[in-house]
Structures are given as structure tokens and as C-alpha cells.
């Protein structure tokens, strides 16, 4: 059974690593759940000119269009989700990803996971995998850090996120 990993991009610089670990995940026969937030789509135009659908069920259409060869090859696999889909598989703890990883990740959305705000999809399923001690990895890419932000990864740290 391929391992399911949920990827998350949010509002950070650095749109291109998480199309590149979307495409490794893909490649190496991942089931990936993908999750975007509404700032994601204005950094995939401003840095890379990928328009980015803002509904789940286009935005699902346009990557298994665009990752088909990859998606037949590898035998991975790729749902998209809404950011107010709260019966997706990855709120639940009922049906946790083996991993979550977020990148690129905004502070804001570290400090909502630190905070446990779950108010939307990425933060949710972030509160999952930490409930349910599976691997959190978060990708920030805002520097340099305040004492605020240091904080709250320390604070993920002792959660157990990466």
C-alpha cells in the first residue's frame, strides 16, 4: 500500500520547492492529498505564472493533467481538497496521512499549528498528524526570525513537528 502523505502550500516565498516535492512524491508512488491556501495562489502566479484553480475539484483536474505520465509511471496518486472541506480524510483522526509536510509555510500558519487554531483544512489536518504523532514537517521561508517566531517553532518542536 503506498503511503499517503498530505502536502500543504501556503502564502510563503518558495512556491517552487513545493512543486518539486509534490512532483518527488508523485515519482516515488505517494498518494498525496494536497491543500493549498487562497495567498498560495498569488505566490504560484507571482513566482512561477501557475495559476493555481481555486476550486479543489479544477485544481485536481489540472495537476493529474499535468502529472499524468508521472502519475502512470510511478503509480502515485492525487486528491485536492478545499480549504473548508471539513469531511476530507485528513481532518479526522480517523483516517490520519502517514506525514504532513507544509511548504512552503507561512508564519502565519506555524503560529495558527502552534496555537492549535484548526479554523481551516491546513490547520487541521496539521493538528491531526500532531494528535495522532505522525510526522509534521514545516518548511518556513520568512527570515529572519523574530523571538515570536522562534517561539512557536520551539513550542511545534515539543509537539513533535519538524
Not at 57 to 78: N, T
Not at 129 to 135: C, G, I, T
Amino acid at each position: 500500500m503506498p503511503k499517503t502523505v498530505c502536502l500543504a502550500f501556503t502564502g510563503a516565498s518558495g512556491m517552487p520547492y513545493g512543486i518539486r516535492l509534490l512532483e518527488c512524491l508523485l515519482a516515488a508512488g505517494c498518494h498525496v492529498q494536497l491543500l493549498y491556501s487562497q495567498t498560495a495562489q498569488v505566490v504560484a502566479r507571482q513566482e512561477m505564472g501557475l495559476d493555481l484553480p481555486a476550486r479543489a475539484s479544477d485544481a485536481a483536474v489540472h495537476f493529474r493533467r499535468e502529472y499524468a505520465a508521472l502519475l502512470a509511471q510511478h503509480g502515485g496518486s492525487l486528491d485536492v481538497y478545499g480549504r473548508e472541506e471539513w469531511f476530507a480524510p485528513v481532518a479526522s483522526g480517523s483516517n490520519p496521512p502517514h506525514a504532513m509536510v507544509v511548504c512552503p509555510c507561512t508564519m502565519g500558519t506555524l503560529a495558527a499549528i502552534a496555537q492549535g487554531l484548526a479554523d481551516n483544512l491546513i490547520c487541521r489536518a496539521a493538528d491531526v498528524a500532531l494528535k495522532e504523532k505522525r510526522p509534521l514537517i514545516l518548511v518556513p521561508r520568512e527570515t529572519p526570525f523574530s523571538a515570536i517566531h522562534l517561539e512557536n517553532m520551539l513550542r511545534l518542536a515539543h509537539a513533535g513537528a519538524v
